[in-house]
């Protein structure tokens, strides 16, 4: 149920990111390639291209990154076993 929970999170979460990355790269290749503005071209490119590629592959990157540190954690310890002395 954790990791379930966490990469839940993880995909909410990097959508979020990629959408914030997607409008950038957007708003990039608006300046870079001198995209014209006629009629919101550029506007409707950034938003309704960039902006759904990156919040698909930003939520898919955050589910499996949550995922992968979920299981990863279940398998790791939490607490350590005292060390043992040895009788000298």
Same mark, same amino acid.
């Given at each position: 149920?954790?990791?379930?929970? &966490?990469?839940?999170?993880?995909? %909410? &979460?990097? $959508?979020?990111?990629? $959408?914030? #990355?997607?409008?950038? $790269?957007?708003? %990039?290749?608006?300046?870079?390639?001198?995209?014209? /503005?006629?009629?919101?071209? /550029?506007?409707? #490119?950034?938003?309704?291209?960039?902006?759904?590629?990156?919040?698909?592959?930003?939520?898919?990157?955050?589910? &499996? &990154?949550?995922?992968? +540190?979920? +299981?990863?954690? %279940?398998?790791? %310890?939490?607490?350590?076993?005292? $060390?043992?002395? /040895?009788?000298?």
């Amino acid at each position: 149920m954790k990791i379930a929970l &966490l990469a839940l999170l993880g995909l %909410a &979460l990097g $959508a979020l990111g990629g $959408a914030a #990355l997607g409008i950038g $790269a957007g708003l %990039a290749w608006v300046e870079i390639f001198k995209t014209t /503005s006629f009629e919101g071209y /550029s506007g409707m #490119l950034v938003f309704f291209t960039f902006m759904p590629l990156g919040t698909a592959v930003g939520g898919i990157a955050g589910a &499996l &990154l949550f995922g992968m +540190i979920a +299981i990863r954690d %279940a398998e790791i %310890a939490i607490e350590r076993e005292p $060390a043992r002395r /040895s009788d000298r």
